[in-house]
């Protein structure tokens, strides 16, 4: 680490609608010391992530709000600085909860250490870390795709979607991904090998879906709500299965932007077409699947069976912009903060 002192960015004020700037503080504190059973982290990564949102408002959720003042959570990649714990070494590289910071103390809670050798530390917080594995418990234990198959998948291009794609194509499926605009939908069809892809942005977007999907879905692996839950609905088949991951069209509001009510017509097709429809958080399978989830991607990384895309802006002060970035699709791939060297 270059920096002298330690800053942070702390929640400033609860966002109405679209998080802007002045909703976070970056704050410069001094380096904190590490007593007996301590170490001192120095972040190299953070990781931006859309759960992050729900955070900032004043809401009962499967997690704590965050208070005025607190430092912003978030996942790093951290280096050993100082380490007054025998399990660890100066120098040695881990998964952390430090929050957005340069610098945290840690008492070992929470930590995971990465091997580098293994593959860049920064997949730790995408394909490799806690997005990859909330797409490979949701598809395979909630979606289940079969051979033949139709997955649908959107936010395609980011690190839960686009792992899910490609898991589904692994398992004989054919994957249809949503992404906004060409460049990403490019990238999900060529770079990814899903079978198409399509723009939720064009004007026709729900007849293009219908069009990519002949033979409808059987699974749609929800990451975003809103007007692309209300073109897929449609489309689902006898027994669909739908994954409930996230809604991310609803982060900012509560009606995914347009004020449609599209419960009726959900509960309808629920009823009519014995959809299993079920919302799940990651770390409610951590226990019994993360290793397992380790060596197959980590193999599929290995053997280029799997693909990856990182978005890296450079600066802890950068991070606010990118996170609202992130909430209105200016990421290309997982959102991640260099925050040191
Ligand atoms: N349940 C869990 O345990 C769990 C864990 C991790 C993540 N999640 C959820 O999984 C989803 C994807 O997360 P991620 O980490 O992979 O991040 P991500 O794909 O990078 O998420 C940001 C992307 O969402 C898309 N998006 C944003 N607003 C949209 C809108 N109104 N309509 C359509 N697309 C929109 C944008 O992509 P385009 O430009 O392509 O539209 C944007 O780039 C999120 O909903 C997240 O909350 C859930």
């Known amino acids: ?29 001094s380096i904190p010391t590490p007593i007996a059973g301590q170490l001192l982290l120095g972040v190299q990564y953070l990781s931006l992530d859309p759960y992050m949102r729900g955070r900032m408002d004043d809401r009962k959720s499967y997690a704590k709000p965050l208070q005025l003042g607190e430092v912003m959570t978030g996942e790093t990649v951290a280096q050993v600085l100082t380490s007054n714990l025998p399990a660890y070494a100066k120098g040695d590289i881990v998964l952390a909860p430090t929050g957005w910071r340069t610098h945290a ?31 490979y418990v949701g598809l395979r234990l909630i979606g289940k795709p079969q051979p033949g198959e139709t997955v649908v998948v959107a936010a395609a291009s980011g690190p839960v979607g686009s792992l899910v794609g ?38 026709d977007f729900p007849a293009q879906l219908a069009a990519a999907c002949p033979k409808g879905i059987d699974v749609y692996f929800e990451n975003v709500g809103g007007a692309i839950w209300q073109a897929v609905l449609p489309l689902l088949n006898n027994f669909a299965r739908v994954p409930v991951c996230g809604l991310i069209a609803q982060y900012n509001g509560p009606s995914g932007g347009d004020g449609t009510d599209r419960l009726p017509a959900t509960m309808r097709q629920i009823l009519s077409r014995s959809l299993t429809v079920r919302g799940f958080i990651y770390y409610d399978f951590a226990e019994q699947h993360y290793a397992d989830f380790l060596r197959e991607v980590g193999t599929g990384i290995a053997d280029g069976r799997i693909r990856y895309r990182e978005d890296i802006v450079d600066g802890l002060e950068k991070a606010p912009e990118a ?14 903060v260099r925050v040191g060297a």
Do not use: W, Y
């Open 166 to 203: 490609q898991l589904a194509k692994l398992a004989g499926a054919r994957a249809v991904g949503i992404a906004g605009g060409p460049e990403k939908c490019a990238f999900v069809k060529d770079d990814l090998r899903f079978d198409a892809a399509i723009d939720h942005r064009a004007t």
């Open 323 to 336: 996170f609202i970035g992130m909430l209105e699709g200016r990421n290309f791939g997982k959102a991640v």
């Open 1 to 29: 680490m270059t920096t002298a002192t330690a800053r942070q960015i702390v929640l400033a004020a609860r966002p109405q609608g679209r998080p802007k700037l002045t909703d976070f503080r970056l704050e410069e504190t």
């Open 105 to 135: 103390l840690s008492d070992g809670a929470g930590l995971r250490k990465l091997d580098p050798a293994f593959a860049p530390v920064t997949t730790g917080l995408g394909v490799l870390g806690m997005p990859g594995f909330t797409a």
